[in-house]
T-cell receptor, first 112, second 114 residues
Framework: NAGVTQTPKFQVLKTGQSMTLQCAQD?????MYWYRQDPGMGLRLIYY???????DKGEVPNGYNVSRLNKREFSLRLESAAPSQTSVYFC???????????FGSGTRLTVV | AQKITQTQPGMFVQEKEAVTLDCTYD???????LFWYKQPSSGEMIFLIY??????QNATEGRYSLNFQKARKSANLVISASQLGDSAMYFC???????????FGTGTRLTVIP
């Protein structure tokens, strides 16, 4: 089925460990996004990629890096995980400047 | 940052009744889009309905309708004939055309009572 695929679905890290969250879309969308969802705060944008080869910071970029590997794939890296990064992470994609966002199923990350 | 306000942290509705979930927003934009998403307990974000700021008619999608009052800067979601499967978190969101962020409210947890 067409859509946005995120891996892994669940992850537990120790403080200071690193990891990369993977995201791939097969809808030929130009734009891709990483959001985090915390209790009582809705979703907040971490980074986005308006098109292949470009990335920009969102509202809460500190502690994260991203890579737009190609048009399909957009990864989020935590270099040194902190307990404050415990959250649910969503990847999304859209047409460039488009209205409709398609979300992945999320990654639940716990940093202990 | 754009501010989206959902003042109802939790709502209860009897099965088969209608319910309104509130959403207000701050903006000085003339053109923008408003969205509602549903997040069931399984966690995925499901798009429900979209309203453009210049749309003259309120948006409808099946049992979902959007009560859009531009002057009041409100975009309330109305769910008619509630079903048990409607129990979920509901998020209101706003986006400017060409912008790269979809701003979300804090959500309302709806519980449908049999």
């Amino acid at each position: 089925n067409a859509g946005v695929t995120q891996t892994p679905k669940f992850q537990v890290l120790k403080t200071g460990q690193s990891m990369t969250l993977q995201c791939a879309q097969d809808m030929n969308h130009n734009s891709m996004y990483w959001y985090r969802q915390d209790p009582g705060m809705g979703l907040r944008l971490i980074y986005y990629s308006a098109s292949e080869g470009t990335t920009d910071k969102g509202e809460v970029p500190n502690g994260y890096n991203v890579s737009r590997l190609n048009k399909r794939e957009f990864s989020l890296r935590l270099e040194s995980a902190a307990p404050s990064q415990t959250s649910v992470y969503f990847c999304a994609s859209s047409e460039a400047g488009g209205w409709g966002y398609t979300f992945g199923s999320g990654t639940r990350l716990t940093v202990v | 940052a754009q501010k989206i306000t959902q003042t109802q942290p939790g709502m209860f509705v009897q099965e088969k009744e209608a319910v309104t979930l509130d959403c207000t927003y701050d903006t000085s934009d003339q053109s923008y889009g408003l969205f509602w998403y549903k997040q069931p307990s399984s966690g995925e974000m499901i798009f429900l309905i979209y309203q453009g700021s210049y749309d003259e008619q309120n948006a409808t999608e099946g049992r979902y309708s959007l009560n859009f009052q531009k002057a009041r800067k409100s975009a309330n979601l109305v769910i008619s004939a509630s079903q048990l499967g409607d129990s979920a978190m509901y998020f209101c969101a706003k986006k400017r055309p060409g912008a790269n962020n979809l701003f979300f409210g804090t959500g309302t947890r709806l519980t449908v009572i049999p």
